[in-house]
Nanobody, 117 residues
Framework: QVQLVESGGGLAQPGGSLRLSCAAS????????MAWYRQAPGKQRELVAT???????NYADSVKGRFTISRDNAKNTVYLQMNSLRPDDTAGYYC???????????WGQGTQVTVSS
């Protein structure tokens, strides 16, 4: 019923760029705060970036100035533009949709980002 499907991950070189996409279905997308999380091996899940339904954004300090989160409500899609990639950006990246008013949270299955020479 509800699906969040990430795409765009893959292998990038240090300093390179990737653009992740998360296509949502089964939710009224424009009413949800969207977020990207990541989890590297042996590490806890980390909140990377959020974008509210009003378009306000927040970023983890580790990605500020390098990553940009955006959303296209007409396409029910949230993006994460990742520039100046570093090896420590290597992780599984997960899309999250949250509707706090109704205590609704949904997760995608993730897309792998590997930054390596």
């Amino acid at each position: 019923q509800v699906q969040l499907v990430e795409s765009g991950g893959g292998l990038a070189q240090p300093g390179g760029s990737l653009r992740l996409s998360c296509a949502a279905s089964g939710i009224r997308f424009s009413t949800y705060t969207m977020a990207w999380y990541r989890q590297a091996p042996g590490k806890q899940r980390e909140l990377v970036a959020t974008i509210t339904r009003g378009g306000s954004t927040n970023y983890a300090d580790s990605v500020k100035g390098r990553f940009t989160i955006s959303r296209d409500n007409a396409k029910n899609t949230v993006y994460l533009q990742m520039n100046s990639l570093r090896p420590d950006d290597t992780a599984g990246y997960y899309c999250n949709a949250d509707h706090a008013l109704f205590s609704l949270t949904y997760w995608g299955q993730g897309t792998q980002v590997t930054v390596s020479s």
